[in-house]
């Protein structure tokens, strides 16, 4: 919706703008157009506001709001191509916690665009006091994380561990920074994330993401590819008897496995 209604605008925009003023200024006129239509879009999605506050998180309709965005954000702004490999091995229901590497700061973004459930993240803390992205946020139940104090962290937890048993997926990215954007294998997840799925009772979902991580540096001139491999289904009896520490060594070896051809 978000993406329509976006080209629609900006159709809308360049052609106004080209008869109202001087024609000739149309690189001029692809721009503000450009801009224009991106605030119009977010604005048409502000309007549903009072929606989204009212609505549960695993609501199929509020996902997809926020699921447009990532789409209209990754194609028109970040300029992600996003690919994926495995996309069947995601449950339609039952509990479940997403557990990926983390690579850039688009990760949360491409995931989106291709999961197909009700989905929420673990952003640190600090993003919590952002005008308006924290009530957004809270509307979706997400995780926050402090990593300045982990016991916190851990506190608040049971209310992710209820999140989770009433059907919204939590998506964790256990390496807790992105200080290894340019290497290929993961070398340390913090145990404690895996402590989620535990108090749930919940299934996990290990997603690997693969390709050009330099987003931060190409956007917005140049457009980053972005692939990502979804692994089979970790069932809960698989885990419950396992440390968190040996959840991690299990998580860390499926996403190191040699690269999928794509």
Request: aromatic share 12%; glycine share 4%; net charge positive.
């Amino acid at each position: 919706m978000a993406t329509f209604l976006f080209l629609l605008s900006f159709l809308s925009y360049l052609i106004g703008l080209s008869i109202t003023f001087n024609p000739y200024l149309i690189p001029l006129w692809l721009l503000v157009a450009y801009l224009l239509a991106f605030l119009t879009a977010l604005v048409i999605y502000l309007i549903q506001l009072p929606l989204v506050l009212a609505l549960p998180s695993t609501n199929m309709y509020k996902f997809y709001l926020m699921k447009s965005i990532a789409k209209l954000v990754n194609h028109f702004v970040i300029r992600l191509k996003v690919t994926v490999h495995g996309l069947e091995h995601i449950p339609k229901d039952g509990r479940l916690v997403i557990y990926a590497n983390h690579k850039s700061y688009s990760d949360g973004f491409a995931l989106l665009e291709v999961f197909t459930r009700p989905m929420t993240f673990t952003p640190k803390k600090s993003v919590m006091k952002i005008p308006f992205v924290g009530l957004w946020l809270k509307s979706y139940d997400v995780f926050p994380i402090n990593r300045k104090n982990p016991r916190e962290t851990f506190d608040s937890m049971e209310v992710a561990v209820e999140a989770v048993k009433k059907g919204l997926t939590i998506s964790f990215f256990p390496e807790g920074t992105i200080q290894y954007r340019h290497h290929e294998e993961v070398t340390e997840m913090k145990s404690g994330a895996f402590k989620l799925a535990q108090k749930a009772e919940s299934n996990i979902l290990i997603v690997r993401f693969d390709g050009n991580d330099l987003t931060k540096r190409r956007t917005p001139f140049r457009s980053t590819r972005r692939h990502l491999t979804i692994f089979p289904v970790v069932n809960y009896e698989t885990i419950k008897e396992m440390s968190s520490h040996e959840i991690a060594k299990r998580v860390m070896d499926t996403i190191n496995k040699k690269q999928l051809q794509f």
